[in-house]
């Protein structure tokens, strides 16, 4: 099973400010089938990339992700209100299919 | 727009056997393009994927879970559901269907559709 390991656990910022989140994996991730999802209290967790760098549809272009191998970041590139949330990042590439703990972004 | 929506008992006794069902509108789950999975999250943690199922009746399990979980299609309904055998305090979750493209050679994408998630508790 691969471990995905999120960093940091919490980010306190401002609206405005750039922040990139970590994610690394205990085994290579094939085929870069990583995604990353925002979760909001009492909501659903909302697909925001897959594939690594691709974007879901409606996804403000605000948001990107790279990464390969082990280590994958999701950037957010001037935080906005709505964008604090709890981000996972969940690994598809092979079975168990396993998400990471979570990092909770906080307002400042 | 496709939409999923859970449905079922919020509450289970201790080793009883959890059953959801998730409805779908707007789209069939009878299509060859998409999987249909279960994933929970206990009141305050993360996620948990428990198993995923396609059109064809295929299914793939968490090995965490697999001796407990049956998932099955009912196309008539267009509905997918859970069954969780001997429940415990530990499955207390919300528990979410969603929707996952297929990449084709048994290949499954990300979850790009979420239900809105039911809340079941195990508790005597």
């Known amino acids: 099973e691969i471990v995905l390991t999120q960093s940091p656990a919490t980010l306190s910022l401002s609206p405005g400010e750039r922040v990139t989140l970590s994610c690394g994996a205990s085994?290579?991730?094939?085929?870069?089938?990583l995604a990353w999802y925002q979760q909001k209290p009492g909501l659903a967790p909302r697909l925001l990339i897959y594939?690594?760098?691709s974007r879901a549809t409606g996804i403000p272009d605000r948001f990107s992700g790279s990464g390969s191998g082990t280590d994958f970041t999701l950037s957010i590139s001037r935080l906005e209100s709505e964008d604090f949330a709890v981000y996972y990042c969940?690994?598809?590439?092979?079975?168990?299919?396993?998400f990471g703990q979570g990092t909770r972004l906080e307002i400042k | 727009q496709l939409q999923l929506q859970e449905s079922g008992p919020g509450l289970v006794k201790p080793s009883e056997t959890l059953s959801l069902t998730c409805t779908v509108s707007?789209?069939?789950?009878?299509?060859?393009?998409?999987?249909w999975g279960w994933i929970r999250q206990p009141p305050g943690k993360g996620l948990e994927w428990i198993g995923n199922?396609?059109?064809?009746?295929?299914?793939y399990y968490n090995p965490s879970l697999k001796s407990r979980v049956t998932i099955s299609l009912d196309t008539s309904k267009n509905q997918f559901s859970l069954k969780l055998s001997s429940v415990t305090a530990a499955d207390t979750a919300v528990y979410y269907c969603a929707r996952a493209p297929s990449y084709g050679w048994g290949s499954v994408g990300a979850f790009d559709i979420w239900g809105q998630g039911t809340m079941v508790t195990v508790s005597s």
């Open positions: 594939d690594a760098s």
């Open positions: 707007s789209g069939s789950i009878s299509s060859s393009s998409y999987y």
């Open positions: 199922i396609y059109y064809s009746g295929n299914t």
């Open positions: 085994q290579s991730v094939s085929s870069s089938y």
């Open positions: 969940q690994q598809y590439g092979s079975s168990p299919r396993t």
